[in-house]
């Protein structure tokens, strides 16, 4: 029958879609896994993501304790870069409180968007964002980062790529804060070894 028919299509393509994801996570963090860097491991993700979900751009910031999200990198189809510091404060209070609340902030439409002030949508323009998901990633209760996925026209997003972006969060945040331990490991095991030629010289001169 028509309807059973359908039913079933729309099974056959969900699995079919289900795997695909799958299947783009685990090369992802196979890519990931590698890297030590932390510029390398986001500008991998936001090529990935952004080429995935056929965005304009993508990138993976990270957030000071004074609101100031720091894209290092980014990707970009058809828009500049965004790379370099940007105040969320300047956004308007709205864009914070929705922040806040913790969940993805998946905005179809910019310019039609009532919960968007005049400044955020007027920022946002400026920088040829007609539509995005903003994932916010926390540290315990702390904002520590951002991925953000942005389209230059207004696009209706669905729940799956919703949840891509993040599955796709977590991994890039977690991979991150890898490559930071292991610079500050290594940082410190340069000053040591720095240390102790400076006190072996001195023993020398004795």
Request: aromatic share 8%.
């Given at each position: 029958e028509p309807a059973g028919v359908i039913c079933i299509l729309a099974e056959t393509t969900d699995r079919v879609a289900n795997a695909r994801r799958t299947q783009f996570l685990l090369s992802l963090a196979d890519a990931l896994r590698p890297l030590g860097s932390r510029n390398e491991i986001m500008q991998l993700a936001a090529e990935?993501?952004?080429?995935?979900?056929?965005?304009?751009?993508?990138?993976?910031?990270?957030?000071s304790s004074d609101l100031v999200m720091r894209v290092d990198c980014d990707y970009c189809h058809g828009v500049q870069s965004l790379a370099g510091a940007h105040s969320l404060a300047s956004f308007g209070p709205g864009?914070?409180?929705?922040?806040r609340a913790g969940a993805?902030?998946?905005v179809p439409d910019v310019p039609g968007n009532p919960q968007l002030s005049d400044v955020a949508r007027a920022g946002l323009a400026d920088r040829?964002?007609?539509a995005f998901i903003d994932v916010l990633l926390f540290d315990e209760t702390e904002w520590?980062?951002?991925l953000a996925v942005q389209s230059a026209?207004?696009?209706a997003w669905?729940?799956?790529?919703?949840r891509l972006v993040q599955e796709v969060g977590e991994r890039v945040k977690n991979a991150v804060?890898?490559?930071?331990?292991?610079?500050?490991l290594r940082q410190l095991n340069e000053t040591l070894e720095e240390q102790v030629a400076v006190r072996s010289a001195e023993r020398d001169r004795l």
């Open positions: 990935r993501l952004g080429t995935w979900l056929n965005a304009n751009r993508a990138f993976y910031a990270e957030i864009l914070l409180e929705a922040y993805p902030l998946v040829r964002v007609g520590v980062g951002v026209r207004p696009r669905t729940p799956a790529e919703e804060e890898r490559a930071r331990a292991e610079e500050e």
